[in-house]
């Protein structure tokens, strides 16, 4: 697997980076993890507009998936080749009226499914093109979901937004790459079943066993090698930041 960082913000997007998205690649399927504010100009550093084969939205705030509104234009209104077929998109129940109502003047109400094919996630296993992935409900005050994929023996995490939770555990139980959210700061932001914060990234990390940790989703307000050395003090393992761009052979 090849996972490469579209966009790596937390919140809102800073001067660096969009918000949310992480594209994971294997035997030419490209499945896109989120798709937040900004994320789909970069995407188009990394892959052509329309050779998306998923889509997975870990919850609908909206640094997660708002970009997928300008996709829809993208999709519905393409005028060379005429509009897209659907594309799945896997998400949290209510994903397409949650979209609809954002753009709020689709020509018709199902107008969304015309390019995209929403399957709603559960706590579940099961197949999206060659990988296998595991999703489990983790804390956040909306609807979310951790999210293990699994390729010929490999396996990436990625956390989506959560607090400190045993399933996010067990999702990264021993885990190639563990991509995980380090909103918060240690010491200074306490609110439980919202984000996490380095040390608690890297305790959940130690927990689970994962062989290299990468801290993502910090907002520009949170000084970033805060987070990253308060993650190196409790996990022993390899331990970096995201950063737009970077790519990672899994």
Not at 125 to 151: K, L
Request: charged fraction near 25%; glycine fraction near 10%; include cysteine.
């Amino acid at each position: 697997m090849k996972l490469t960082v579209v966009g790596c913000s937390g919140s809102f997007p800073s001067a660096e980076s969009a918000c949310s998205g992480y594209l994971v690649e294997a035997d030419g399927f490209r499945l896109l993890l989120d798709m937040g504010n900004g994320a789909l100009g970069e995407l188009q550093r990394h892959c052509g507009l329309y050779d998306l084969d998923a889509i997975f939205l870990s919850h609908l705030h909206v640094d997660h998936c708002i970009d997928m509104c300008a996709y829809f234009v993208a999709r519905y209104y393409r005028y060379d080749g005429g509009r897209c077929g659907p594309i799945p998109v896997y998400g949290p129940e209510g994903t397409e009226h949650r979209l609809t109502t954002a753009y709020a003047d689709t020509p018709s109400a199902s107008s969304m499914s015309e390019v995209f094919d929403f399957h709603t996630v559960k706590p579940s296993t099961f197949e999206i093109g060659p990988f296998t992935v595991h999703t489990d409900r983790v804390r956040h005050p909306v609807e979310a979901y951790g999210i293990r994929i699994e390729h010929r023996g490999k396996s990436l995490t990625y956390s989506g937004d959560t607090g400190v939770t045993p399933t996010l555990d067990e999702l990264a139980r021993d885990t190639d790459l563990f991509l995980c959210e380090a909103a918060f700061t240690y010491g200074k932001e306490d609110i439980p079943d919202l984000h996490l914060n380095g040390r608690e990234a890297g305790e959940t990390a130690a927990r689970a066993g994962a062989r290299r940790l990468v801290l993502t989703h910090i907002p520009p307000w949170t000084d970033p090698q805060v987070n990253l050395a308060d993650a190196r003090e409790v996990f022993d393992g390899p331990v970096e930041l995201a950063a737009p761009g970077k790519t990672y052979e899994i």
